[in-house]
């Protein structure tokens, strides 16, 4: 699904996810004091947003301490560099590592809900929303399992699920410009793919008109247009071969592209809609979460 906006929302969406849960990662800091050169540069370069170096800082200290009590924030740490570098699958791994070393229940449910944001943020919704619920049947403690409710509430409006959003975020706020941009997500209008590609079959480039492309609606009808009168005067002329060639190879493959991108038409309104819906919702949990 193309938009042109869909970069920034994509940057939208994982910088307020992690300006959320940021007190987690706060939270995370057991070993301040006595630290052992690696991770004192580790820590260091990290902040710099030197994450290779970093990383390479973290891993010789889990080479000659691997026993050492502070392995899981070592590898906590090395998957917040890997996510802040967009590496999904390392940022992944490593928090699983972490969260096998977990020193207690708490600081496990912690490093799960940041696994959830890395999954949510790599756009593996589902797992994301898999591993929030594993928080949540836990019984964890309240701050926590609200910002488990906070993040499946994104992930859900990620999903375009909008009843299933608004349910999760009543825990975060019962906003009334929040609810009414959910009612006006709920009631936006969409345009039928199947109606678009019959239209597109019954006249080419009507299916893209419908769903508000017109320029591309008109190309493919005056395209589609000329195609078929080149085979029809091909015919009427009784140059049959040529009228096969125009109609076979290039009338055909034109028409039943045409029927093709007005799907594709429909579902780009529909998607665009949809993703300017989730924004607004996501700027206003921002506006709401800014509030003294």
């Known amino acids: 699904m193309v938009f042109i906006k869909q970069a920034t929302f994509h940057l939208f969406l994982i910088v307020f996810m992690l300006f959320y849960c940021s007190s987690v990662a706060a939270e995370e800091q057991p070993f301040i004091a006595n630290l052992p050169p690696t991770l004192v540069l580790g820590n260091h370069l990290f902040g710099l947003g030197n ?18 009590a502070r392995v899981g924030y070592v590898y906590s740490q090395i998957g917040f560099a890997y996510r802040s570098q ?35 943020a790599s756009e593996n919704y589902e797992r994301g929303l898999f591993e929030l619920l594993k928080i949540m049947v836990q019984n964890p403690p ?18 375009f699920r909008w009843e299933d959003a608004r349910e999760a975020l009543r825990a975060y706020t019962n906003d009334k410009k929040l609810q009414a941009l959910f009612e006006r997500a709920v009631s936006a209008p969409r345009k039928s793919i199947k109606f678009a590609k ?13 769903a508000g492309n017109w320029q591309e609606g008109l190309n493919a009808l005056v395209l589609n247009g000329v195609l078929g009168f080149l085979t029809v005067d091909a015919m009427l002329d009784g140059r049959y071969i040529d009228a096969i060639l125009w109609g076979t190879s290039v009338f055909v493959r034109y028409y039943q592209g045409n029927t093709y991108r007005a799907g ?28 003294p």
């Open 51 to 68: 994450y290779d170096s970093a990383i390479t800082e973290y891993k010789r200290f889990l080479f000659f301490h691997a026993e050492d």
């Open 86 to 120: 967009g590496l999904w699958e390392e940022a992944i791994a490593s928090m699983r590592v972490a969260i096998a070393h977990a020193a207690n229940e708490f600081e496990k449910s912690e490093r799960q809900l940041e696994l959830a944001v890395i999954q949510i």
């Open 142 to 159: 309240v701050p926590i399992y609200h910002r488990a409710r906070f993040l499946q509430g994104v992930a859900y409006l990620y999903q």
């Open 198 to 210: 019959l239209l597109s079959v019954i006249l080419p480039g009507a299916g893209q008109g419908y």
């Open 264 to 291: 594709k038409a429909a579902e780009e309104f529909n998607d665009k809609a949809a993703r300017l819906a989730a924004e607004n919702i996501l700027q206003r949990l921002q506006e709401i979460a800014d509030k």
